[in-house]
């Protein structure tokens, strides 16, 4: 199952498949698109899987290997691509709180965040050519702006795992935090984030934002009631 909470303007998507160390099925997709209607508005977003040992483990290979024809195949990918990009396209700062190993599909779903949150004992790892077969979700991609194209191929090609403050280090994980602290670590960044500025960071640091964009946005930002507010307060202060 696909959990939403709400909680001042911060969204949390948890995958809930314990059984299944968070894979996803093809019922898991469709909770996805739910989910994801019913967060529309909220100013961050934060996807996470329940549990400690996995964020996702990729594709629920149990009941994907029902699909056995190219046109299957590709229609499974497709519906899943278009939920990671849904994800990538999510107006405000969305995040990936790495509870667990993400590996396989379950990297390609962090990649689709602007932010990777990792606790310190986890694996990352693009690990579907142990398969046989590539990354099906726009993770390759995503993952090439990340680290560089001559890395995405190395790390993908070969089905390299990684630990966190490796990942790190080439860029895939942005934060990594203690076990002990990772909870309150990735619900005091989002909350951190859910602010108008944020989102609209995010919208002129896309690549094909201009600098009319950008100037358009602050401009929004410098006539907004809550940048009065908080500017009147400094001024009473001086």
Do not use: Y
């Not at 024809?69 to 590709?74: P, S």
């Not at 403050?165 to 602290?181: H, I, N, Y």
């Not at 919208?203 to 929004?220: L, M, Q």
């Amino acid at each position: 199952m696909v959990d939403v909470e709400l909680d001042e303007g911060v969204a949390v998507i948890t995958i809930d498949r314990p059984h299944a160390r968070n894979a996803i099925a093809l019922s898991t997709m469709g909770e996805l698109e739910d989910a994801l209607d019913q967060v529309a508005g909220a100013r961050a977003l934060v996807i996470r899987g329940a549990g400690d040992r996995a964020f996702v483990s990729g594709g629920d290979l149990k009941e994907l290997a029902a699909i056995r024809t190219e046109e299957d195949a590709a229609a499974m990918a497709w519906r899943m691509r278009r939920i990671c990009d849904r994800i990538a396209a999510f107006p405000a700062p969305v995040v990936a709180a790495l509870n667990g190993h993400a590996l396989g599909g379950g990297a390609e779903v962090a990649v689709a965040a602007d932010i990777r949150v990792a606790a310190d004992d986890i694996r990352i790892g693009f690990t579907q050519v142990t398969l046989a077969i590539m990354p099906a979700w726009g993770g390759a991609e995503r993952l090439a702006t990340l680290v560089g194209r001559g890395r995405a191929l190395m790390l993908a090609g070969s089905g390299t795992v990684l630990d966190p403050v490796e990942a790190q280090r080439l860029g895939l994980v942005d934060v990594v935090l203690p076990r002990a602290s990772f909870e309150a670590g990735w619900r005091e960044l989002a909350r951190s984030l859910a602010n108008r500025p944020a989102g609209e960071i995010k919208r002129i640091t896309a690549p094909d934002a201009t600098a009319e964009d950008a100037v358009r946005a602050f401009a929004g930002t410098w006539v907004s009631d809550d940048h009065w507010r908080l500017a009147d307060a400094v001024l009473k202060k001086r």
